[in-house]
């Protein structure tokens, strides 16, 4: 069974710093795809990144962009210029390619402050 | 405007009872999944169905039961069985296959006392 681990608890940054959160994953397959989802006050989780592992590009979106290490199982999701709004649970996901079930497997997460 | 709706947002009830919570969902999507979210342990899968009348247990699945009779709804029981359920509930769907996300309703919180 694959597993998900994100070995920081909590962690803060400053306003308009830069941060950078830590995802490992253990599995067997070689095709797979990596999420990190946001999960605000309200809840709501919110898709941020996804990485679809055949792809060797880190993927970005604004100011967020991953570090995908295949050999190492590290799926790291860096986030620039913080802003107040990215305050919110961080979790890593993964979800094998094969089948038809796109059922996700989660870390634990990563509580993400950001301060003035 | 798309998306999914869980109701109620908060729920109470007394132990020894079964309770229903609600997931619908207008995106048209194949697949739906059911997650519970404890206090230092994310999310963990209760039950996934991927097509109508038809569905398989995620890795907690003791202590409840689903239905998927429509496209769009995918109910979630707690049954008295399960021994620990105060918790908040998940639900997500998503198309099949590819890189596709999960989309989430908001969420509902259960209280049993």
């Known amino acids: 069974a694959q597993t998900v681990t994100q070995s920081q608890p909590e962690m803060s940054v400053q306003e308009a710093e830069t941060v950078t959160l830590s995802c490992t994953y253990d599995t067997s397959e070689s095709d797979y795809y990596l999420f990190w989802y946001k999960q605000p006050p309200s809840r709501q989780m919110i898709l941020v990144i996804r990485q679809e592992a055949y792809k060797q590009q880190n993927a970005t979106e604004n100011r967020f962009s991953v570090n995908f290490q295949k050999a190492a199982k590290s799926f790291s999701l860096k986030i620039s210029d913080s802003q107040l709004g990215d305050a919110a649970m961080y979790f890593c996901?993964?979800?094998?390619?094969?089948?038809?079930?796109?059922?996700?497997?989660f870390g634990t997460g990563t509580r993400l402050q950001v301060t003035l | 405007d798309g998306g999914i709706t869980q109701s109620p947002k908060y729920l109470f009830r007394k132990e020894g009872q079964n309770v229903t919570l609600s997931c619908e969902q207008n995106?048209?999507?194949?697949?739906m999944y059911w997650y519970r979210q404890d206090p230092g342990q994310g999310l963990r899968l209760i039950y996934y169905s991927q097509i109508v009348n038809d569905f398989q247990k995620g890795d907690i699945a003791e202590g409840y039961s689903v239905s998927r009779e429509k496209k769009e709804s995918f109910p979630l029981t707690v049954t008295s069985a399960q021994k620990n359920p105060t918790a908040f509930y998940l639900c997500a769907s998503s198309i099949t296959g590819g890189a596709s996300e999960q989309y989430f309703g908001p969420g509902t919180r259960l209280t049993v006392t």
């Open positions: 996901a993964y979800r094998s390619s094969s089948g038809t079930a796109s059922k996700l497997t």
């Open positions: 995106l048209n999507h194949d697949a």
